[in-house]
């Protein structure tokens, strides 16, 4: 294949142990703790939604260092949600519940960072919200491990700081649809392939930060992520 351009680099993440995953596509799951539902509005076990965020939108984080994300702009209420992030090795549509966990590589901790006034004025217009979700390094996301250095998360502790101040906590187990899951939920609609990652939801307590905040993120059993604003 002779390309007119040069191609550009493709999106990937450090993994544990050294290594890149090649990043395909970006799918996170809606209001998928009670809580936060709860605090967007919402309540009860409603039937997962999904969007998607561009692969070039994350931001990968070494394990053990600080990332640096620019402030977006158009924005003057940009939110933290922090998220377990679940990285896919094999493909497939139709996927079980109980096959799914069989297509899994391993886990992040990441942050769906969201310009959450766009996202309200692409509301009350009806209007799709792509511009609160998919922007430039709006998916932080730390070292990937995998599968068979974790084993399944289904519980453990999910935190974030900001600046050392508490503003999220939950647990794994809280998810209202659960890893496994939301995979088969997923693969009904699209066709999942190897490189594909799945943010899972968000628990409740997400708010703004500004310039030079630091947001400490934390999942039991899993590791850190830190990143900083400027």
């Not at 605090?39 to 076990?45: A, D, P, Q, T």
């Not at 901790?109 to 009350?124: F, I, S």
């Not at 628990?203 to 604003?229: E, F, K, N, S, Y």
């Amino acid at each position: 294949m002779s390309y007119v351009i040069t191609p550009p680099a493709p999106a990937s993440v450090p993994v544990a142990g050294g290594g890149a995953f090649p990043v395909r596509r970006i799918y996170c799951v809606g209001r998928n703790y009670a809580e936060h539902a709860q605090e967007m509005g919402f309540s009860g076990r409603e039937p997962p939604f999904f969007f998607m965020k561009p692969a070039d939108a994350v931001l990968p984080v070494a394990e053990g260092e600080t990332g640096v994300m620019d402030y977006p702009p158009l924005t003057a209420n940009l939110h933290h949600e922090i998220e377990l992030v679940v990285a896919i090795a094999k493909g497939g549509s139709g996927i079980s519940v109980a096959d799914a966990a069989g297509h899994i590589w391993g886990y992040a901790v990441g942050l769906d960072m969201t310009r959450r006034d766009l996202q309200g004025d692409m509301k009350k217009q009806g209007r799709p919200w792509c511009i609160a979700k998919g922007f430039d390094q709006s998916a932080p996301i730390g070292t990937i491990k995998p599968l068979a250095q974790t084993g399944e998360l289904k519980a453990g502790e999910i935190t974030l700081a900001v600046n050392g101040q508490p503003r999220q906590r939950g647990d794994l187990s809280d998810l209202i649809w659960n890893v496994n899951e939301t995979i088969a939920a997923i693969s009904a609609a699209w066709t999942l392939q190897p490189g594909d990652l799945i943010f899972t939801g968000t628990p409740a307590g997400v708010g703004a930060v500004q310039r030079g905040d630091v947001m400490h993120g934390a999942i039991a059993g899993l590791g850190q992520l830190t990143v900083a604003l400027r």
